[in-house]
């Protein structure tokens, strides 16, 4: 078991900045990927950005540019550098992890709430 908190939520102005942390403890490893989702009120839960065990990392078009993935498999811990931040990005955003051999995100964490206010 893996078990995931987020932290660093809060509200921003656009045009902010926010960083949000994931702290794993359990049965982590440095094979396993990582991932940011979120969900906005009323909306599917969707991909925001993903870091593998390899190190690469991808992202979803909407935050391309402006968000930044990173993991410090040292200290268990993921990171999501939010900049530039628009009213679309508010919603939860949630940690998750998966063993790299399998597919779809299994391990997830409580979410944390972003705000970005116009």
């Known amino acids: 078991q893996v078990q995931l908190v987020e932290s660093g939520g809060g509200v921003v102005q656009a045009g902010g900045s926010l960083r949000l942390s994931c702290a794993a403890s359990?049965?982590?490893?440095?094979?396993?990927?990582m991932a940011w989702f979120r969900q906005a009120p009323g909306k599917e839960r969707e991909f925001v950005a993903d870091?593998?065990?390899?190190?690469?990392?991808y992202y979803a078009d909407s935050v391309k540019g402006r968000f930044t993935i990173s993991r410090d498999n040292a200290k268990n811990m993921m990171y999501l550098q939010m900049n530039s931040l628009k009213p679309a990005d508010t919603a939860v955003y949630f940690c998750?992890?998966?063993?790299?051999?399998?597919?779809?995100?299994?391990?997830w964490g409580q979410g944390a709430q972003v705000t970005v206010s116009s």
């Open positions: 998750a992890a998966k063993y790299s051999l399998l597919d779809g995100y299994y391990y």
């Open positions: 359990g049965r982590t490893s440095s094979s396993y990927d």
């Open positions: 870091i593998r065990w390899s190190g690469h990392t």
